[in-house]
């Protein structure tokens, strides 16, 4: 299982404003990649391609081999894609629980034993009994992360792709949360794909490109 992008160009009004230009990288299961950029330099954008939330100005993206058109990136994100981001993204009035319930439900996939699922999803995260049943504005920003990665889970799908998933955590908190992120790629073969600008999430990583003067250099 390896994403893909072949040649891939991006610019969002004037071609010449290019942020990257025919970019070729691979990514591999069982890998934690991060990708370092001064700010503004296109890495969210690079991710909301990965991630299935835009399409190439010109390029192409495959997944195990298979070009994904746009006609099929809904099929992409449902199947394939799962998102985290720095602020969460969480119904804090909700449970842990009924966070990541809520996803399966939008999702449409139906497990055998769903509650079973969840709670699983939730305890691979390193949450309690205690802590997945009370109203998430309870929990520490490390644990709302920590929800956030459980819901991105629960649907096990292939790729997990992280927009600076640390940016509001200290940093013991955001060495567990990256150590988290490897336990899901090398256990779990996963493909893990972090945004940060934070050194240690970087040295923490398997791979990692920076992203400068509108190039993408493998940096570690
Ligand atoms: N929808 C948009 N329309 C036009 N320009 C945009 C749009 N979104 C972002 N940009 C511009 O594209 C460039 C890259 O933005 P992007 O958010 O991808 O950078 P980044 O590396 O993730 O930055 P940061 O680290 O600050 O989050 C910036 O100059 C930004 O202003």
């Given at each position: 299982?390896?994403?893909?992008?072949?040649?891939?160009?991006?610019?969002?009004?004037?071609?010449?404003?290019?942020?990257?230009?025919?970019?070729?990288?691979?990514?591999?299961?069982?890998?934690?990649?991060a990708?370092l950029?001064?700010?503004?330099?296109?890495?969210?954008?690079?991710?909301?391609?990965?991630?299935?939330?835009?399409?190439?100005?010109?390029?192409?993206?495959?997944?195990?081999?298979?070009?994904?058109?746009?006609?099929?990136?809904?099929?992409?994100?449902?199947?394939?894609?799962?998102?985290?981001?720095?602020?969460?993204?969480?119904?804090?009035?909700?449970?842990?629980?009924?966070?990541?319930?809520?996803?399966?439900?939008?999702?449409?996939?139906?497990?055998?034993?769903?509650?079973?699922?969840?709670?699983?999803?939730?305890?691979?995260?390193?949450?309690?009994?205690?802590?997945?049943?009370?109203?998430?504005?309870?929990?520490?920003?490390?644990?709302?992360?920590?929800?956030?990665?459980?819901?991105?889970?629960?649907?096990?799908?292939?790729?997990?792709?992280?927009?600076?998933?640390?940016?509001?955590?200290?940093?013991?908190?955001?060495?567990?949360?990256?150590?988290?992120?490897?336990?899901?790629?090398?256990?779990?073969?996963?493909?893990?794909?972090?945004?940060t600008h934070e050194t240690e999430v970087a040295n923490a990583?398997?791979?990692v490109?920076?992203?400068?003067?509108?190039?993408?250099?493998?940096?570690a």
């Amino acid at each position: 299982m390896t994403l893909k992008v072949e040649n891939l160009t991006y610019y969002y009004t004037n071609p010449e404003d290019y942020l990257f230009k025919e970019v070729t990288q691979t990514f591999a299961k069982g890998t934690v990649y991060a990708i370092l950029g001064q700010s503004g330099s296109g890495k969210t954008t690079f991710l909301s391609l990965l991630a299935g939330l835009d399409t190439p100005k010109s390029g192409t993206m495959s997944y195990d081999d298979q070009i994904i058109k746009a006609s099929n990136l809904t099929n992409y994100r449902k199947k394939t894609v799962s998102t985290v981001f720095q602020a969460y993204n969480l119904l804090t009035y909700m449970s842990a629980y009924d966070n990541v319930k809520t996803a399966v439900k939008i999702s449409a996939v139906k497990f055998e034993d769903e509650k079973a699922a969840i709670e699983e999803a939730l305890e691979k995260v390193g949450l309690t009994n205690e802590m997945i049943y009370k109203p998430v504005s309870k929990l520490s920003g490390g644990q709302q992360q920590r929800v956030a990665i459980a819901r991105a889970l629960v649907l096990n799908h292939d790729v997990i792709i992280a927009d600076e998933p640390t940016g509001n955590l200290d940093e013991e908190t955001t060495a567990q949360i990256v150590e988290l992120f490897k336990k899901i790629a090398h256990e779990d073969k996963k493909i893990v794909i972090i945004v940060t600008h934070e050194t240690e999430v970087a040295n923490a990583s398997d791979v990692v490109y920076t992203l400068k003067h509108r190039k993408f250099e493998r940096t570690a």
